[in-house]
């Protein structure tokens, strides 16, 4: 298997506060990995350093082995719910990429449409934002991230803001999409049930300052269904994760306690 | 002979619900104006305290024949338009530069504020005495009491632009100039139309406030002859005039709004 995605020494401070220390993990090729961590591990940090809107202090972000220098278009971002822009339409905001990178033609179009189809939200092209649910907004958000066809796609808790039940829904439309062309996909999360239903890997993380505190196979089969969350396998990785974060976890909560109001 | 009634409830997108919200506009206004009337008619019955609709209708109606209204109302409207167009242009623009550049921020910044916050209105005189009797004058006076509205609504709809978005528009690899006119700029439109309306408002007081100090013609002019003169009816012609043109402009900016926003009357279409 051929590494995708290397992600090499990475150290970020900001003035006095050292948020990433040494941050080593890859995703190869067609691989879903999925990154947990407790606040404070500096994923945000990680991910706008991955995007290339953040430069580290030190280490690199590579892609096929090429180091990264800022954004780009190899690299397919879905946020957490609201990025899509309240002033386009679903059409508008998938092909937002393409246009922006002026990419936008007869082919790629078609290739918009099919990713449209795809989320399931053909038909849904000349709404705006505010008319669809939220559960179809991360669609759209997803569409707008495949649209550009990047080498990696980067999910940031894109399911967060979800309810529980559409979260779960849509976790298995996410498999379904990446069972179809198996685009090497980094997916951040703090939901461990979601990371491990989701990911051949999770990377978790440790904080203040972030570092990579263990790399967690998961050997679950695929394609995988939502009983699968009820089995005792799932049990076990999900209270694997746990008991790695959980100190963390109480450590972070306390923090918030006292921070000054 | 049994009747079938059908009784069904309005439902708030209904066309049936739309009739009713516009009936009950229009009985308002058509219920107001027979109410004035009649006041006017068999209460306050001198035309100097109180002037009737239908008086005002035929003030109107003369003042249109000799042609004397279309002569007022042409010179006011061209002081308002040249003033409240060149106001929201130069607006844009100084907002723009205050929104992108911090140097400019610094030297424009406390005088917009002074100025925004002071009643311009008042040196309308000396705008008069400096710039001359003719419409220039009242052009300049529209001009800086709309155009502070125009610059701090555009500098805030451009800096409060969503983070997460421009974030977004970043990570699709957008340039500077790319996230200022498929970001920034999107997102300041309500802004720079809520600051439209207030300059509209803000010109229109101006227009005739300049014309009173001193003017040859215009409605402002025509206010100021009628009271001189007690003439009530040609008071009213004035005033009606000037509501009409200001519930006129705020309705196509409204149009306007809707065809530049349409993502804000889906909203509107939902709620």
């Given amino acids: 298997m051929t590494v995708k995605l290397q992600v090499k020494d990475l150290c970020k401070s900001f003035g006095t506060l050292e948020v990433m220390r040494d941050i080593n993990f890859h995703v190869d090729e067609h691989e879903f990995v999925a990154i947990v961590g407790p606040s404070g591990c500096g994923k945000t940090t990680l991910l706008r350093t991955i995007a290339g809107i953040e430069k580290a202090d030190r280490g690199v972000v590579m892609i096929d ?3 990264l220098a800022g954004p780009g278009p190899d690299r397919g971002f879905v946020f957490q719910q609201d990025s899509l822009f309240p002033w386009r339409t679903i059409w508008q905001n998938v092909v937002f990429g393409l246009e922006v990178n002026g990419e936008l033609n007869a082919q790629t179009r078609m290739r918009a449409k099919e990713f449209l189809k795809l989320v399931g939200l053909s038909g849904f092209e000349k709404y705006y934002p505010t008319q669809i649910s939220g559960g179809m907004r991360q669609r759209v958000n997803l569409a707008r991230a495949l649209a550009i066809n990047p080498e ?6 894109p399911f967060s803001a979800l309810d529980a039940q559409t979260r779960e829904v849509m976790q298995l439309e996410l498999l379904r999409i990446w069972q179809q062309g198996r685009k090497t996909v980094l997916f951040i999360t703090h939901q461990i049930d979601e990371a491990v239903f989701l990911a051949d890997r999770i990377v978790v993380l440790g904080r203040r300052p972030g570092y990579v505190k263990e790399v967690i196979q998961v050997e679950l089969p695929r394609p995988r269904v939502l009983a699968l969350k009820r089995t005792a396998e799932f049990g076990a990785y999900v209270e694997r994760v746990w008991n790695l974060i959980e100190k963390d976890v109480h450590a972070s909560i306390q923090e918030d306690a006292q921070a000054p109001v | 002979m049994a009747e079938n009634v ?11 619900w739309k ?4 009936w009950t506009s229009a009985a308002s206004i058509v219920g107001g104006l027979l109410l004035w009337e009649l006041v006017g008619r068999f209460v306050v019955k001198k035309v100097l305290f109180l002037t009737t609709p239908t008086q005002i209708v035929v003030e109107i109606v003369r003042l249109a024949r000799n042609g004397e209204l279309q002569q007022h109302i042409l010179v006011s409207a061209a002081e308002f338009s040249i003033g409240v167009v060149f106001a929201i242009f130069l607006g844009i623009g100084v907002g ?37 009797i003719d419409i220039w004058s009242k052009v300049i006076v529209v001009v800086i009491n709309s155009i502070f509205p125009m610059i701090i609504n555009t500098e805030a709809g451009l800096r409060s632009t969503d983070r997460q978005l421009i974030d977004a528009a970043r990570c699709f690899g957008c340039s ?31 227009v005739v406030v300049a014309e009173l100090f001193g003017s040859r013609a215009g409605l402002g002019f025509l206010l100021a002859q009628a009271s001189d003169a007690f003439n009530m009816p040609l008071l009213f012609v004035a005033v009606t005039i000037l509501a009409v043109t200001g519930m006129t402009l705020t309705w196509l900016v409204g149009m306007l709004e809707r065809l530049l926003m349409p993502w804000r009357t889906a909203v509107d279409q939902e709620s």
Avoid: C, H
Avoid at chain 2, 19 to 22: D, P, Q, R, V
Avoid at chain 2, 103 to 129: E, N
């Fill in chain 1, 152 to 157: 990696v796609l980067i999910m940031d808790e």
């Fill in chain 2, 6 to 16: 059908v009784v069904t409830r309005l439902k708030k997108s209904s066309a049936a």
């Fill in chain 1, 65 to 67: 082995g090429r180091a």
């Fill in chain 2, 176 to 206: 500077r100039l790319q996230i200022f006119w498929k970001v920034s700029l999107p997102s300041a439109v309500p802004f720079v139309f809520a600051g439209i309306k207030l300059a509209i408002g803000r010109g229109l007081v101006a």
């Fill in chain 2, 96 to 132: 723009f530069a205050m929104a992108s550049n911090k140097f400019a921020k610094r030297a424009l910044g406390p005088w917009v504020a002074a100025f925004y916050a002071t009643p311009t209105i008042a040196i309308s005189p000396l705008i008069i005495l400096w710039a001359g």
């Fill in chain 2, 19 to 22: 009739g009713a919200l516009f």
